[in-house]
């Protein structure tokens, strides 16, 4: 191997520190789901994300890799639960044809006094010159640009999806 591509590939396989915020009143827990994490074939990746709380917004911070694959958005499309139950920051299609790494969050809301769980799955992607973030899971219905927690019942809320940066910043209201 030439030192030219050597060093290419050094670049291609090195980490970068990747950061998605969600921001909602309701949101009282986060933990990273063991072994959801999925990454391109070859990336580097620490074992487990980085998530820190300020106010009413968590951050979620993964140092890895970042070369999109045809392969992890099929299998966050399943993790997802398919269409219509995936939602891209800035992105023009209702699912992602690649991404880099995604993984999952069980993710507790206090409603009404109740705590309810949601298994949401994070993703980023691709968006012309960005790396933008997706949000999928039976709550998000990417057709409405929302997130419904319920208890089955009858009870729970709705939240509208939103973002002042329209590349990782998910904001619930």
Request: with cysteine; net charge negative; charged share 10%.
């Amino acid at each position: 191997m030439t030192t030219l591509s050597t060093e290419f590939e050094s670049l291609r396989t090195s980490t970068h520190d990747n950061l998605v915020t969600l921001s909602c009143a309701n949101i009282t827990n986060i933990q990273y789901i063991p072994d959801s994490f999925d990454i391109t074939s070859g990336q580097p990746h620490q074992n487990s994300p980085i998530i820190t709380r300020s106010g009413n917004t968590w951050s979620i911070h993964w140092n890895c890799g970042r070369k999109g694959s045809g392969e992890v958005a099929s299998r966050y499309a399943t993790a997802s639960s398919s269409l219509p139950h995936m939602y891209g920051l800035g992105a023009s299609d209702n699912a992602p044809e690649q991404l880099n790494f995604y993984f999952g969050l069980a993710v507790n809301f206090t409603i009404y006094g109740k705590v309810f769980l949601a298994n949401l799955y994070l993703g980023q992607g691709h968006t012309g010159s960005s790396n933008n973030w997706w949000i999928g899971g039976l709550p998000v219905n990417g057709n409405t640009d929302t997130v419904t927690i319920s208890d089955g019942a009858g009870m729970g809320k709705g939240y509208q999806i939103s973002s002042d940066s329209w590349v990782n910043d998910f904001t619930l209201s």
